[in-house]
């Protein structure tokens, strides 16, 4: 199988594209770097049309079963104008996160590439993750999620509120989500688990973006919610409130399963999680009895897009 990298976003530093180029190929994953990812960025309309079309040509390959993004930071919404242009796109995985939110939240209205919320080349696939983590990476890239269990005692997760709930996931980084409403690729979580997190915010931020959500009525549609556990930096002083607390503040009177503390994204490791695709959240007392399991059999069928 073929993995190609691409570089919506940031380019990675050549060190760290190497190691994760290594860990794919210790999986067992032919690779192809796109001839974009280590260019520098001017961020001009010229360099926009450049790497999505680099991204397009990459879907489109034959001999290209899946797409991993080199890292995230910023730049991939300058993508979007030009994503209409390019012409409908194979259904393949396509994979990432952080800045990644504004591309998986766009494909997932449209159609096209199937996006998986997951690590990337040069941002954890190249870090010491739990072999659990690795396999599931794996199995995202070959289309090969139906069935998992994509949540384990060993990743600590911890309950907010406790229930049960099947649907589609859907979401990212909190700030991205936050500032996708009123663009073409606004989130729609309506009857969707929510899937928020983030890095090296302050708290005043964080309580910025979730008042944004919930004024338009974002928290209200989701039928449940998952929670990382970066979302704050080292230096949380000066407020009266605590992380837990600020979103507790926020979800728990919805009285909707919420799962927090999840190891995804901008954590120590990041789980994958496929969108727009079934899975059934457990949320329970202990760490024991959280699951998060991916519905169907083995192929990762997009729904109909919204």
Known sequence: MR????APSCPPTPQRLDAGVRALRHQGFEVV???????????TAADDQMRTEAIADMLRREDIDALVCARGGFGAARLIPYLSEVGPLPHKPFMGFSDITVLLL????????QPVWGPMVAV???DDAPPRAVELGRR???GDLGGAELIGPDDHAQSMVSGTVEAEVVGGTLCL???SIGTPYELDCKERILLLEDQNEDLYRIDRYLMHLRLAGKLDDACGFILGRTFVGDDVTGFARSLDELLADYLAPLGKPVLANVPTGHAEYCLP?????????AVGGSPSEHRLTVLGGRSLALSSPA
């Open 33 to 43: 770097v796109s001839h974009e990812v280590l260019r520098p960025r001017p961020f």
């Open 140 to 142: 995202a890239l070959r």
């Open 177 to 179: 989500c936050s500032e």
């Open 3 to 6: 993995i190609g990298i691409v």
């Open 106 to 113: 766009s494909w997932l209205r449209s159609g096209g590439p």
């Open 273 to 281: 999680i496929p969108f727009g695709v079934p899975v059934r959240m």
């Open 124 to 126: 954890s696939l190249g």
